[in-house]
């Protein structure tokens, strides 16, 4: 829950069917698109009677936030009305698709996340003229220890912090054969990303794929760091090729961040 301290509604008391209600909806979450009935969001949603749960479910599908299936309750099309919103009112994904806007027709295909615990939460897309592979969706997660995007925002962490935040999680998940799965070799990672000023992803999430990252510069916004992506292949993924593609992504993140023109020259390649 957010800290209201000082706020306006310090002194407000949360409403508890408001709170059901969402932890109804974090239950239909996790289970990732599958049916639930009411018995079983009753026990996933903390002991809620199942009474209830029905009731709550039909003031939802009223918002289109659930929809009735066979087989019990999922969620509904209004919370992709709720979630570009909330995307749409965050500054860095506002000055995303304001940057990317400007670069014209380039094959590169390029994304922005954030760093939410030790996930990456992906915010926005931008697709590219030539597609890879099927690029990540506004909401996936993904370990921030097997990606690029999140290798470039723990590199602007304090190694402390970064023990901390990865403490008791060896070993880490393994996407692919190539995914760091150790603190050290992580640790190791995020010193050569400090160093040459991005990140890189090498087959660690998908076999076959390069990612290149750039974590965008300044405070955190909102508390949170975002960083910018792109992939390529890995038979394309030369030194010189993936330094041109880092060079674009750092031009991107420097005017997002309001630093002005960047990189002007490197950005072509």
């Not at 239950?27 to 749960?53: D, E, F, K, N």
């Not at 615990?117 to 992906?122: K, W």
């Not at 090729?241 to 960047?262: D, T």
Request: net charge neutral; glycine share 10%; charged share 20%.
């Amino acid at each position: 829950m957010a800290d209201r301290a000082g706020s306006v509604w310090a002194s407000a008391t949360p409403a508890p069917a408001v709170l059901r209600a969402g932890a109804v909806l974090d239950a239909l979450a996790r289970v990732r698109g599958r049916a639930v009935t009411p018995a079983q969001l009753a026990a996933a949603a903390g002991g809620i009677p199942r009474a209830s749960v029905v009731n709550i479910c039909a003031a939802l599908q009223e918002c289109e936030l659930v929809r009735a299936v066979e087989g019990g309750f999922v969620l509904g099309p209004g919370l992709l009305r709720l979630s570009q919103a909330y995307l749409d009112a965050l500054d860095p994904v506002r000055a995303f698709r304001e940057e990317v806007g400007r670069l014209g027709d380039r094959e590169e295909t390029l994304q922005l996340a954030t760093l939410e615990g030790a996930d990456v939460v992906y915010l926005a897309v931008h697709e590219g003229s030539v597609l890879i592979r099927p690029t990540s969706k506004a909401g996936a997660r993904l370990p921030a220890t097997c990606t690029a995007l999140g290798k470039a925002m723990l590199a602007g962490i304090p190694e402390d912090e970064v023990r901390a935040l990865l403490a008791g999680r060896e070993p880490f998940e393994a996407r692919t054969s190539w995914s760091l799965t150790t603190l050290d070799a992580v640790l190791t990672e995020l010193r050569r990303a400090r160093t040459v000023g991005y990140a890189i992803d090498d087959q660690e999430t998908a076999e076959g794929i390069v990612c290149v990252a750039v974590a965008v510069p300044g405070p955190a916004t909102g508390g949170r760091p975002f960083a910018v992506s792109s992939s390529l292949l890995k038979s394309q993924a030369t030194p010189d090729r993936m330094a041109a593609v880092a060079a674009l992504i750092r031009a991107v993140v420097w005017r997002m961040a309001g630093k002005g023109e960047r990189l002007t020259g490197d950005v072509d390649a």
